[in-house]
């Protein structure tokens, strides 16, 4: 069974710095689908950022990028110029066959913006 | 387009009381998958129906909970009796063959007394 490992409960980050939030995972899979969701205040998931397992280019969106490891199953999301809008629980997800399958999530990070 | 769409958002009840979850998938979507999130147990699987057929609903707690999905743009979850322990998030989900992104509902907040 797939398993995902976000290490840090809580991050802070200065308005304007740069923040990393760390995943890893454990699968014995070759193709997957790795996935970064932000779920502030409201409760509602939004997707941040998707990584497909088969590319070796990192995803970029806007401020959030991330550093995927494949070897080391590492999967890391870059926050650039933080806003205080990006305040928020952030979840790491794995999914084994596109969206067609459950999601196993990590145990959030509870990211906190200093104004 | 409209998002998942669930009802209630939030819902208080009494111990032993029925309780009914709703939720509408994306106009298109194949594939409805239900969540709890609670802190103790973080989010996690309960069921999941592809064309409308259950694939999997090892996540499903035990005999008191029980989820349909009668056509394709509607499915319900229900907990009968409920039970303070069932107090959670719950979100719904979807999306499609051939895309690798589920889209989440706003979740309904249940509160069991």
């Known amino acids: 069974a797939q398993t995902v490992t976000q290490s840090q409960p809580e991050m802070s980050v200065q308005e304007a710095e740069t923040v990393t939030l760390s995943c890893t995972y454990d699968?014995?899979?070759?193709?997957?689908?790795l996935f970064w969701y932000k779920q502030p205040p409201s409760r509602q998931m939004i997707l941040v950022i998707r990584?497909?397992?088969?590319?070796?280019q990192n995803a970029t969106e806007n401020r959030f990028s991330v550093n995927f490891q494949k070897a080391a199953k590492s999967f890391s999301l870059k926050i650039s110029d933080s806003q205080l809008g990006d305040a928020a629980m952030y979840f790491c997800?794995?999914?084994?066959?596109?969206?067609?399958?459950?999601?196993?999530f990590g145990t959030g990070t509870r990211l906190t913006i200093i104004p | 387009d409209a998002g998942v769409i669930q009802s209630p958002r939030h819902e208080v009840t009494e111990m032993g009381q029925e309780v009914t979850l709703r939720c509408k998938p994306i106009?298109?979507?194949?594939?409805l998958f239900w969540y709890r999130q609670t802190m103790m147990r973080g989010l996690e699987l309960l069921i999941y129906?592809?064309?409308?057929?259950?694939?999997?609903d090892s996540g499903m707690p035990e005999d008191r909970f029980s989820a349909k999905m009668p056509n394709a743009s509607f499915s319900t979850l229900k907990i009968q009796p409920s039970e303070p322990r069932d107090s959670a998030v719950y979100f719904c989900?979807?999306?499609?063959?051939?895309?690798?992104?589920?889209?989440f509902g706003p979740g309904t907040r249940l509160t069991v007394l």
């Open positions: 699968t014995s899979e070759s193709d997957y689908y």
């Open positions: 989900a979807s999306t499609q063959t051939g895309e690798d992104t589920q889209y």
């Open positions: 106009s298109g979507h194949n594939s």
């Open positions: 129906f592809n064309n409308n057929v259950p694939i999997d």
């Open positions: 997800a794995y999914n084994s066959n596109f969206g067609n399958e459950k999601l196993t």
């Open positions: 990584q497909e397992a088969y590319k070796q």
